[in-house]
């Protein structure tokens, strides 16, 4: 599609500026490891996440849609269906199969090895929702290509999808407090703040839930909903316990070395207990 990494790169820039200028005039939460610090090892865990993303699917995951409309594959190419229908049923679909993929992250102990990375994180920002170990991006986006051949993904609903699902992941890990008149009627839709920050809570229960990513449906439906968490929304403790240092924190090098060393016993036993 025409001028598609332009539309996503706009997009992402754009949301990713407004809010970090919102975090910065009207802050939730004050982080205790200094900013500069984690941006500047959260945005080099995107930045590699993103190129392993390029050297994996050189032209993007809209060639595997193109193939399998050729081949006339997938659920959403068989049906006889508005493309417009298609492109709705697509987008949500797969914003259903990130919430299921999720949920799989946190319940296998290899896969949470992986995506502790991004849990580890002792602030909740704008950088935090790009802080992704690079071999779970790539795990993703060979799920992700799966899924749109066996649907039969149209390309467009590709560039929504993941237009939405960048903005999504920046917006609802962003360190501001909505408004109550606006947050509870828009956690009935979407996944807001208050919701996402729940699930980076250190109470283990607490993190295994809310795992939306957009809309905020599935954990309603699929029974993983958390509305408040035990300490309220200013007393949470963010974070993961074992990885409470600044120095576990903070280092390109320690971020993606840490799926490979072995998990600290501080609570390692009752997370892994949860997940079984």
Not at 77 to 83: F, M, R, V
Not at 146 to 163: D, H, K, N, S
Not at 174 to 201: D, F, Y
Request: aromatic fraction near 10%; charged fraction near 15%.
């Amino acid at each position: 599609m025409p001028n598609e990494l332009w539309l996503r790169m706009g997009s992402f820039i754009i949301v990713l500026i407004v809010m970090m200028v919102w975090e910065a005039i009207s802050p939730n939460l004050t982080s205790k490891v200094a900013n500069y610090k984690r941006w500047s090892s959260n945005f080099f865990l995107a930045f590699c996440g993103a190129m392993t993303g390029r050297l994996l699917v050189p032209a993007g995951l809209a060639v595997v849609a193109i193939f399998a409309d050729k081949q006339h594959f997938g659920v959403l190419n068989i049906l006889p269906i508005p493309e417009w229908t298609a492109i709705t049923l697509a987008v949500i679909a797969l914003d259903c199969l990130i919430y299921w993929q999720h949920r799989v992250f946190h319940r296998v102990p290899l896969l949470w090895r992986l995506h502790r990375v991004h849990h580890a994180d002792p602030h909740l920002d704008a950088s935090t929702g790009l802080r992704f170990h690079p071999i779970e991006i790539a795990l993703s986006l060979v799920i992700k290509g799966g899924a749109i051949m066996l649907l039969g993904v149209p390309v467009l609903a590709i560039l929504i999808f993941e237009i939405v699902l960048n903005a999504s992941a920046i917006f609802n890990h962003s360190n501001i407090t909505l408004p109550n008149w606006l947050e509870k009627p828009l956690r009935k839709v979407i996944v807001t703040q208050a919701m996402h920050r729940i699930h980076h809570s250190q109470v283990v229960t607490e993190t295994d839930s809310n795992f939306g990513f957009c809309l905020s449906t599935w954990d309603r439906l699929f029974g993983s909903y958390t509305h408040e968490a035990k300490a309220g929304d200013h007393g949470l403790t963010l974070g993961l316990q074992e990885y409470s240092k600044e120095s576990d924190n903070t280092g390109i090098g320690t971020l993606l070395l840490m799926p490979f060393r072995k998990k600290p016993r501080s609570c390692a036993a009752e997370k892994t207990a949860n997940r079984l």
